[in-house]
């Protein structure tokens, strides 16, 4: 197998949103069998100078979809919205995943090399990477930064998560051992 930015962009981005995706439905049925709002899950923080789970998600979300849309030659895209349902983060999550699904691999080509330009807002200042550099030391960290959180921001809450549940994603490499 040989490793593109693509597949590492794709195939890293699609699997853990559907796992974060199964993490907030297992946080609304959470909110259901203790009988109380989910919207207190949505609106949750780990701390009070921290987002809430709402803005976690669309951010994970965003970096994942910027990174896309950057490796691919298109520009950045403008993080926004205002999730206020789990349902809500939900088809945020799928729309992200096939906004990314629908990128053609063709577009990644040179994006290793591919000059990138990210403006800091309010430092009259840019961030200049190369594809490679924006995949591993911007989007993926910011990524797995929001995803953690709002796992993070579930098991704070009480939802019955554990690793496990974080990690489900990888089960597709579990096999038989060998005897």
């Given at each position: 197998?040989?490793?593109?930015?693509?597949s590492l962009?794709?195939?890293t981005f699609v699997p853990t949103l559907r796992t974060l995706s199964?993490?907030?439905?297992?946080g609304a049925a959470h909110a259901a069998e203790k009988k109380f709002d989910p919207t207190v899950l949505v609106q949750a923080?780990?701390?009070?100078?921290?987002?809430?789970?709402?803005?976690?998600?669309?951010?994970?979300?965003?970096?994942?979809?910027?990174?896309?849309?950057?490796l691919a030659g298109k520009?950045?895209?403008?993080y926004g919205g205002n999730d206020v349902t789990i349902d809500e983060m939900k088809v945020r999550i799928e729309q992200t995943i096939e906004f990314m699904r629908s990128t053609p691999v063709a577009a990644f080509e040179g994006a290793e090399d591919r000059e990138?330009?990210?403006?800091?807002?309010g430092y009259e200042r840019d961030f200049h990477l190369k594809g490679f550099e924006l995949l591993r030391d911007w989007s993926l960290p910011h990524f797995y930064f929001h995803y953690v959180t709002a796992y993070d921001i579930l098991c704070h809450n009480g939802v019955l998560i554990g690793k496990?549940?974080?990690m489900s994603h990888i089960s597709q490499y579990i096999r038989p051992r060998a005897v």
């Open positions: 197998m040989s490793l593109s930015l693509h962009a794709i195939e199964k993490l907030l439905d297992m923080c780990l701390a009070p100078d921290m987002l809430p789970l709402a803005a976690q998600v669309r951010l994970a979300c965003h970096h994942a979809r910027d990174a896309t849309s950057r520009g950045g895209t403008t990138v330009v990210i403006p800091v807002t496990r549940d974080y």
